[in-house]
């Protein structure tokens, strides 16, 4: 297992292009298997998710080819297997997103149903009930979501009991090839959700409402193949924006787009940040200030991402004041706090409630990266720690973050990674 090793206290100053979006990717690529063509994907971030993805497509017999800017060509034509199996599932719980194409494109599928994972219990009911509400017929069985359907499903009026970016994703790809017109109510609405709306429009299908909570799609027979690039990486956009704010630096992002961040931005400006931004760019520069402690709460979009909660937990670490971190979407996702109070940092855990005084300095420490964010806020605070700060488990870093230690580096970061 690869390691981090970060020696702190280097100025962060620089350029930086943002990846396409793993959350945009994901339910992308799973999208492919609704077609009766093949399909060019762009954009693609170069990640182990990314690459889990692929490999669950080729194992049910799609073709899927790469080039060398990881555009890939995928022809659903060539599937001959309706299973996702444990082995690739129980790596990454995204896997579930295959369900509602396949079970839509062929009557039948079988996934191997997601556990749990380090921030939480993380249940796919809604995700099944929508799909039964559409004429599915499903059952649990040796692991395994079992699904089928006799014909077509059919369209359904669905509404959503929690907002659910995976479930909406699943009906949705689902609804655009049932048969006649379902109404998704109390819809996720983050921009990976437009995104993939965007994509099945560009596939043909029929959709009514994209980036409201209410989507109402009319099913088609059948969707075409297409080209398509995949959106920025917005919470790859916020970490290092987040990271030049903790180290009191000055980072300019190309290839983003400032919109599908604005909760986030606000809060950066909060904490002192001098942003601006143009069509494709964004620039923040704390003009060697040492950022203010925010308080925020997490919630679905447009309000603050529960993905940039661990990264401001570490800005505000460092911070002047206190700023008190609510996490309302996953019951566990404060962890890292232990990590960030090993390396000197004042915080409390009160429920889902973080309170944290920001000290004038962190110290250097082995820490264990807990899950994909809690990851990149080790690898904050140890930009910002006195001394050489160890990450180990980082291959939750690698699922989400492209070139982590490249991109660090081109900012002035004394990164390196080493082989354990
Ligand atoms: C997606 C993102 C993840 C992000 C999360 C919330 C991907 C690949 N991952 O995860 O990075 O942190 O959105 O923005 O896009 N829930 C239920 N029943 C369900 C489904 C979800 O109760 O059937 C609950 C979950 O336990 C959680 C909340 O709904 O408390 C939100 O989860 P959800 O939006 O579904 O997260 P994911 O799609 O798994």
């Known amino acids: 297992m690869d390691k981090l090793i970060i020696t702190g206290g280097r100025a962060i100053s620089g350029e930086v292009r943002i990846s396409g979006s793993k959350n945009s990717g994901l339910p992308i690529l799973a999208a492919t298997l609704l077609a009766d063509a093949p399909l060019h994907i762009c954009n693609l971030p170069h990640l182990n998710d990314i690459t889990t993805m692929l490999a669950l497509l080729r194992c ?19 599937i001959n297997d309706f299973t996702a199996p444990y082995d690739l599932v129980k790596t990454m719980r995204a896997s579930i997103l295959v369900l509602g194409p396949i079970l839509a494109r062929h009557g039948v599928a079988n996934v191997s149903f997601p556990g749990g994972c380090a921030i939480g219990s993380r249940p796919v009911d809604i995700h099944l009930r929508g799909l039964e509400a559409m004429g599915a017929e499903i059952e ?24 659910t970016v995976g479930g909406t994703e699943n009906l949705l790809m689902a609804a655009s090839l049932a048969d006649g017109k379902t109404i998704l109510e109390n819809a996720a609405r983050e921009p990976e959700i437009v995104d993939l709306c965007n994509f099945l429009v560009a596939m043909g299908a029929n959709i009514e409402g994209i980036g409201s909570d209410t989507l109402t799609v009319y099913g088609v027979e ?31 992002l190309k290839d983003t787009d400032q919109h599908m961040l604005e909760a986030v931005l606000l809060k950066l400006e909060e904490a002192g940040a001098h942003i601006s931004t143009g069509p494709d760019w964004i620039e923040l520069d704390m003009k060697g200030n040492r950022p203010k402690a925010v308080s925020l709460k997490t919630a679905p979009y447009p309000a603050f991402p529960t993905d940039m909660q661990a990264q401001f937990t570490a800005m505000n670490a460092v911070a002047e004041g206190t700023g008190t ?25 009160e429920g889902n409630t973080a309170i944290v005084t920001g000290v004038e300095q962190l110290k250097a420490a082995p820490v264990m990266a807990s899950d994909l964010r809690a990851s990149a806020s080790l690898v904050i605070a140890g930009l910002v720690a006195d001394g050489q700060t160890v990450v180990d488990r980082i291959y939750h870093i690698d699922r989400g973050y492209e070139c982590i230690e490249e991109k660090l580096q081109l900012l002035g970061a004394n990164i390196r990674r080493v082989p354990s």
């Open 140 to 163: 649990v069985d040796e692991g395994y979501i079992r699904a089928k359907s006799k014909g077509r499903l059919k369209g359904a009026h669905i509404f959503m009991d929690t907002v």
């Open 222 to 252: 059948k969707l075409n193949g297409c080209t398509y690039s995949v959106m920025p990486d917005r919470i790859e956009t916020g970490t290092f924006l987040t990271a030049a704010a903790a180290a009191r630096g000055r980072v300019m």
């Open 60 to 78: 049910m017999g799609v073709g899927v080819t790469i080039d060398e800017k990881m555009c890939v060509e995928v022809d659903p034509t060539s």
């Open 325 to 349: 971190v609510i996490e309302t979407i996953f019951e566990n996702r404060l962890i890292q706090i232990h990590e960030l109070n090993r390396m000197g940092a004042n915080i409390k855990l």
